[in-house]
Structure formats: C-alpha cells, structure tokens
C-alpha cells in the first residue's frame, strides 16, 4: 500500500502558516501586557504603610484611608482628613504618573524618600493615580500593533488559498452573520425596545440625550396600553414633553423637573408622569396662571448629568424654579459618570463621556453594540456579564450585593463594602454644584427624595428577590435621612416623601416586576410635591404673576 506524500508546496505552505501564527502571537504580546512603571512589586499606599490587598479601611488620629483599586498602572484610594495636609504615597515618582484628586488633575512632586508627594484639602477626597505612556512607547505599541495585524492578514490569505477552507470559513461568517441578523430581527418584531433605546443617542458632554423629534416604543406588559407598548415622543428640545415654547410666553410661570427615569416615566403615558399630573394640579389651583411643569427626566441621569444638563440647555428654557428629583439608584450612577468625566484642574466639568476614560477596543466595540443592538443591547451583554462574574469568582454563581461601584442599588443595601461612608462624596459635590449654578442664575431649588419599594411595605415590587431584597421585609432608609441632612446642609429645600408613600392608600406604587412607579406613584409623587409648593408659593414666586 502506498501513502500519498503531501506536495512540498503544501507543507511549506503549512510551516509558514504555523510560524506566522505563532510570530504575530509573540508580536501581540506586548500589546495586551501594559507597561509597566517601575517597582511595581510593592501594591502601593498612602503613608503610613497600610495593608491594601483586601477592600477595607484603615484609621488614624490624622486621616481615614479606603483603597479601592491596586494595580500596576494605577492606585485608587479615598483619604479623610481632619485638616488640609501634604501626603506622601509610597510609588516611586516618575513624571510618567498622573494624579488626579477628585477627578481634577493635580501637581505632585518627588518626596526625599523618591515617592510621590501632594497636597489635599480638608475632608473626604477621592485620589487616583494613572500611568501613562511616553511617546515613544505608544509609538512602539503602534508598530507592534500593525505589525501583528499585518502577520494576521498574510496568514488568513494563505490558509484561504485552499479551496476546503475558503468553503468552511464561507459557510462558518455566513451561518453566523445570517443567524444574528434573524436574531435582532425577531428581537425587535416580537419584543421591541424595552428601555426605548431607539430614542436615545450618545452625547459629548451629557453621556447620553434623547434624540430630538424621535417617536419609538417602550415595550412593558405591565403597563395601561393594551398593546404593552407605550408610545415615546420626544420634543424638538429632545424631551419627553409636549412642544415647549422659546422664549418662554409672558406671564408664564415655568417648573423645570431634573431626574433619571422615574423622572421620565418611560412606562406610563405621558399624561400620567409626575410631571403632568402636578401641573394639572397647579393648573386647577391657579386658574388665573399660565403654569408649565417640564418633564427634563432622562434614563440613567444623575445629578452630574443633570447639572450639565442645566448649565448647557436648561437654562435657555427659562426655569421659575428648578426641582431636583433625587433618585436612590443615583449614588451608584454619580460614582460611574464622574469617573467618565473630564475635569480641568480648578474643578470645571467639560463634559461625561465615555472618549475621556480610558477605554481598550474591547470597551469600544462593547459600547458601540449597546447603542446600536437591541439584541445585544439588553440581552446578550448581560448573559456575557454573567460568565464573565462567573469566572472570576472561581466558578460560583454568588452576587456580592451592597459592593460600592458594583451594586446600582448600594444604596439600600443594610450592608456595604467597604463602608457606607464612601457612598456620599460624589453626591455631595454633585449638589453643591447644583445649588451654586442655580443662586448664580437667582432661581428657586427644590430637592426632592423619595424611598423605593423594599422601604415601603414588604409587598411593593414582587421581582425584588431577584436583586438581593426579601419579600415581606422592609427595608431601612438611611440614604434618605443621609441625602435630606446634606441638603439642609447647604440650604436647599427638600421634600421627603417617605411618610406619604408609607401612610397612603394607593396601591400598588409600584410595578410588580419593576421598581419604578405606577401611574399611583406618579400621582402619590405629584400630590405631595403640590402640597409643598402650594405652601410655599411666596418664597418661590408662585403667589404673584411676573
């Protein structure tokens, strides 16, 4: 018997596919290893020397320190000082470094000791040290980047040229783009848009807007329509409102309303938000004015979106009074987008977006699908999220609740790591920034805080289980008592609503499989804010016409 030899060509076309492989593996190496700055053995803390492999914190007579991120190419940490202070971190200084305090990029010297030194104010701080790359090793990255890409291509055309591959790599792109594409399409015929994604674009300095004079769906089952499709308009101001009028009508008294979602009411009417319902209500108080109430809600806001919000168009609309609806899932949303905000060094704010974090491709394409995909969008990017957290907690399944930039409902946790005291930094600035832009612009501010479900009763939100809270169990509110004391604070009114969802007779409040409010809650939330404002109407201009 004899064995067919292969051709020479063949297997020299096989070695060189082989040896290109295994070149552009080793060439991409360095690519995905970061550089590393020098002495990178030690973690790296602020002096004193603290044991930072574990989230916790460390106390002295002069300051309190909470490590959050150790790496290679960055230090994280937050540091509560009595008094303002020079410290002295334990990295070896490198020009390469850049620290920034409380997102602000900030000057640091070279100690005697060869670590970084800096100076920080008074209080709570968040201080955060990034390695960048010279000019040279970006270049270097490049070259190497091309260079594997390039090794890739010549390797793919050679393995291509027989024609069992080009049939096998054809039927493989085929099958799976087709596959996909069918995917998404049934995703959308079948069960639409259910955060009305359609209708909101990415944005340079508010992280996202929604999209002026878009109409999209929002698919609920919960909701009034028979169809569990809420019809979304948008305005040519790009907001969920009727058509607004600028410059504001003479004599008109107009409300701006600030909030996320609950603000917005994506899974009710129109007519059935807060927004609307307070007005009807000012309307039948004060028949001899013209009151509008905007609805300026936007899903996945916080009170730094808000203020830019406010700083850059709100303003054009001639607010009377700005309300600031202060939502619980907001201590987790400031934490993230001021960590995507850029900052100049004396503290103005450029803008939130995610081009000023420093995001790998992998981010990019991520984020490029969320917006673009529904299908991945809302499904598949959370079952990758979950083998991803599968993984790195060795195989396990258990959901760490009540972790500080990873629970969006940190919160209400009962407990949280490493302590509920690093929840409220970003807040704080947040407001102060509010009730400076607002005095500055001689405008009325009203903040108002309003518990969830789990602190109402044991019964709103029958899906609660499914994020950590406990049927029948309610819940304490410390968050609101924490929010109203630092208002006062600052001498902003605020209306706390948790005795009137408690004490009241509608119900439900909330939806079953939702944490967002009914049609009830938005009317609950309406009447109570009247009830303020109404008592209150001298101090905020609303007794007399203009």
Not at 289 to 305: C, F, K
Not at 438 to 464: C, D, M, S
Request: contains cysteine; hydrophobic residues 40%.
């Amino acid at each position: 018997m004899i064995i067919p030899m292969a051709k020479p060509k063949k297997i020299l076309r096989m070695h060189a596919i082989r040896l290109l492989l295994f070149t552009s593996f080793l060439l991409f190496i360095p690519v995905l290893i970061p550089s590393l700055p020098p002495n990178t053995k030690g973690l790296g803390s602020p002096q004193p020397a603290i044991a930072v492999k574990a989230v916790r914190t460390e106390r002295n007579d002069n300051f309190i320190i909470t490590p959050f991120e150790i790496a290679p190419t960055s230090r994280r940490f937050r540091l509560d000082t009595k008094k303002s202070a020079g410290i002295e971190i334990d990295v070896p200084f490198s020009p390469q470094w850049q620290v920034l305090v409380d997102r602000r990029p900030t000057m640091f010297t070279q100690s005697k000791s060869g670590f970084i030194q800096l100076s920080v104010p008074k209080g709570q701080t968040e201080i955060e040290l990034l390695w960048q790359l010279s000019t040279v090793q970006k270049c270097i990255k490049i070259v190497i980047c091309l260079a594997s890409i390039s090794l890739l291509t010549t390797t793919l055309i050679l393995w291509l040229q027989n024609q069992n591959h080009r049939r096998v790599a054809a039927l493989i792109t085929a099958s799976t783009v087709i596959s996909l594409l069918l995917a998404e399409l049934a995703t959308r015929i079948f069960i639409g848009d259910p955060f009305a994604t359609a209708c909101v674009r990415p944005d340079k300095i508010l992280h996202h807007a929604l999209i002026p004079n878009k109409t999209c769906s929002y698919s609920f089952l919960e909701n009034s329509s028979p169809t569990g499709k809420i019809t979304i308009k948008i305005n040519k101001l790009g907001l969920r409102d009727n058509e607004i009028q600028v410059p504001k009508p003479k004599g008109t008294y107009r409300i701006l309303m600030l909030g996320d979602s609950s603000t917005a009411g994506l899974n009710v009417e129109l007519e059935e938000t807060s927004t609307k319902q307070l007005e009807a209500l000012l309307h039948t108080h004060y028949e001899e004015r013209n009151i509008e109430v905007i609805n300026a809600g936007v899903s996945s806001y916080s009170p730094l979106l808000e203020y830019l919000y406010l700083r850059e168009q709100g303003f054009k609309l001639e607010p009377d009074l700005v309300i600031l609806n202060f939502d619980p899932t907001d201590v987790a949303d400031l934490a993230n987008h001021y960590h995507q905000a850029k900052i100049e060094a004396d503290g103005t704010i450029i803008g939130v977006n995610e081009i000023y974090g420093n995001k790998s491709i992998l981010k990019k394409i991520h984020h490029l699908l969320v917006n673009r995909s529904i299908l991945y969008g809302h499904y598949l990017q959370f079952t990758l999220i979950r083998a991803a957290n599968w993984f790195n907690k060795g195989g396990t399944s258990q959901t760490y609740y009540g972790q500080f930039e990873g629970d969006l409902l940190v919160a209400l946790r009962e407990k949280v790591q490493p302590s509920e005291d690093i929840l409220w930094l970003w807040p704080k600035k947040s407001l102060k920034l509010m009730s400076a832009l607002t005095r500055e612009h001689h405008i009325p501010l009203i903040l108002t805080i309003y518990p969830f479900p789990p602190q109402v009763n044991g019964k709103e939100w029958q899906a609660r289980e499914a994020q950590g809270f406990k049927l029948g169990k309610v819940y304490p509110t410390r968050n609101l008592e924490t929010i109203e004391s630092i208002a006062k604070q600052m001498e902003i009114p605020v209306v706390n609503m948790l005795d009137a969802f408690r004490t009241t007779s509608l119900s439900p409040l909330f939806f079953a499989t939702d944490y967002h409010f009914t049609p009830n809650g938005h009317r609950l939330f309406a009447e109570e804010l009247f009830r303020y404002l109404s008592t209150h109407e001298a101090e905020i201009g609303l007794a007399t016409s203009k």
